[in-house]
């Protein structure tokens, strides 16, 4: 499976893709607490009625939007520097791959934000812990994404279909990580925040 | 910062309380550690005999397997005492979770540094990418950052939290890390005991495993109960700076 695609045009773009989404969100995960920790506003958030679950869901939502506005830009820039075959095609059929990544890793970035925004150095501190953390999602969505550019590529019948059912894979694990990060965050959010 | 306590008056006061002198009589346990550690020597280097295939370097797997096998226990030990510290808040089991996270974390580079010894006459490289050497790798990592993040949160509390928090989520990582990267490649010999059919080591072999996991765990556990003390005193001499200070 690896073989196949190693060094191919599709390891490139998806590579580069994730590249970016990964280093964007290292940077903005941080700005989610870290203001609010310098103006003393996340005690003001914390005091509100209601679940604290909230605040996560709210955070994880800002971040998603950041990254999809990344994805957004990178996408369309990857066709024009890389030109592969069938680009519009290949995006769309990537579109899920793209979801359940950015969604598994927004979850896991937006919890480890929460806990190294308590810490000096918290800028340093994030993309130590949240990298190693975040290997499964990111492997899976590169891998994933490599996939669905090959199937929209390929003039071959039996590459497609070999691709397509790789590419359901990848989006299996995806799902693993993205239920199992989801119901870890909701529940270490609130021990973590608390003062 | 208040002012230093006179000097020995602390230590003093910390062996006079008790839970610092829990586990201070360990002379039993380090010497069955100690003996079996040298028995296993003795069997890995004089009495078990050569692989047929691999010849001499394999036996560095007698003490490969098992530092791993105890490195991944501590791991989980870490996870059931960061939970356990979430629901209860008891110091003690802060002071278990992070001195399994340092054992492991050594037992851990243990694994790193007999792996690519053996694999660069065999495999004829020190490293590649595969499942069970990149999962091991990363989980370095995730408790190398457990360790690091201890070090820059201030407050007893928050700390102990905080790391629970990266303790239970790193190591519910383990098993998607494991998968995606198996999912990608793997060349990792599979494993030799109930690892299914076609599988299975001499009865010699075996007895020699066992012996030598026995004589590490042994080993483990001394370790553990040394940092396990240390970190009581280290907890206790916190209250007391703060009650000082107070």
Known sequence: MRTETLGGPETLISGMVWVAVAFAGMLGFGRCFGSEKDDRSLDGLLLLPGDRSAVLVGKTLFNLALLFAVEALVLPLAGLFFHPPEWGCAILMLTPVLFLGTLGYA????????????????????????????????????????????????????????????????????????????????????????? | MSAPLPNNTGAALLYSKGCATRFRNTFALDLAALLMLAYSLCRVFLTTPNEKMQGTVQRIFYYHVPFAWVALFAFFMVFIFSILYLARRREWMDAMAVSNAEVGVFFCTLVLITGPLWAKPVWGVYWDWDARLTSTFVLWLIYLGYMLLRAFVHDTHRRAVLSAAVGIFGFLDVPLVYFSIRLF??????????????????????????????????????????????????QEAETLWEEAGA
């Open chain 1, 107 to 195: 979850v896991a970035g937006t919890l480890f934000a929460a806990i190294t925004s308590n810490t000096r150095l918290r800028d340093l501190l994030l993309p130590i812990l949240l990298l190693p953390v975040a290997v499964p999602v990111l492997i899976a969505s590169v891998e994933g994404t490599a996939m669905a550019v090959q199937a929209a590529s390929t003039d071959s019948v039996l590459v497609r279909q070999e691709s397509l059912v790789s590419m359901k894979g990848w989006i299996r694990v995806l799902i693993a990580c993205d239920v199992i990060y989801i119901a870890a965050a909701l529940w270490l959010f609130e021990p973590v925040v608390e003062e």
């Open chain 2, 185 to 234: 490649n793997t060349q990792h010999p599979k494993p030799v005991i109930a690892g299914g059919e076609g599988s299975g080591l001499a009865p010699v072999m075996r007895n020699t495993l066992f012996i030598c996991l026995i004589a590490i765990t042994l080993f483990y556990v001394c370790l553990l109960v040394r940092r396990y003390r240390l970190e009581r005193l280290r």
